[in-house]
């Protein structure tokens, strides 16, 4: 597996900025000519975990959010969200479904579920006080 294209983002966390990052880890991936739900998938994975880093990350203050994505010779795509904002104590606990940080906001706790239901494959890792690193992988179909 080689990387055949990759790109760099980082912008402020900002909710704003959320569809920003979906339409532009969208425009990347469109030169895989990814079906129509593929290209939701991806844009639906990437808006949570931007999310989760702007909302719980930083906790609405202010912070970077960096997205790495990568495209390799077998059509897999590779993104990677993180943040340097406050971090995940426990990683099993904050991707169990309902849980939340953030209850006062009426939040779901859905985030890492529908990262999962989108993705082939989420892994997580965090340190308290460093951030928290999201990396979302899909395997497109062959190129029709």
């Known amino acids: 597996m080689n990387i055949i294209n990759e790109m760099h983002l980082r912008f402020p966390s900002k909710s704003a900025n959320e569809g920003f990052a ?9 030169s895989l000519d990814p ?10 994975a990437v808006s949570e975990a931007v999310t989760n880093a702007v909302v719980h990350g930083y906790r609405r203050g202010s912070g970077t959010v960096y997205i790495d994505a990568k495209i390799t010779d077998t059509r897999r795509v590779i993104i990677k969200i993180r943040d340097k904002g406050v971090g995940i104590e426990d990683v099993e606990q904050a991707m ?23 993705s082939d494959s989420v892994k997580v890792s965090s340190k308290p006080g460093k951030g928290t690193s999201v990396t979302l992988t899909k395997q497109l179909v062959a190129t029709r």
């Open 22 to 30: 979906r339409s532009a880890v969208a425009a990347f991936v469109m």
């Open 35 to 44: 079906t129509i739900n593929e290209l939701a998938d991806i844009r639906t």
């Open 96 to 118: 169990k479904p309902l849980f939340t940080t953030a209850p006062e906001e009426e939040r779901a706790g859905l985030g890492f579920a529908v990262m999962q239901s989108f």
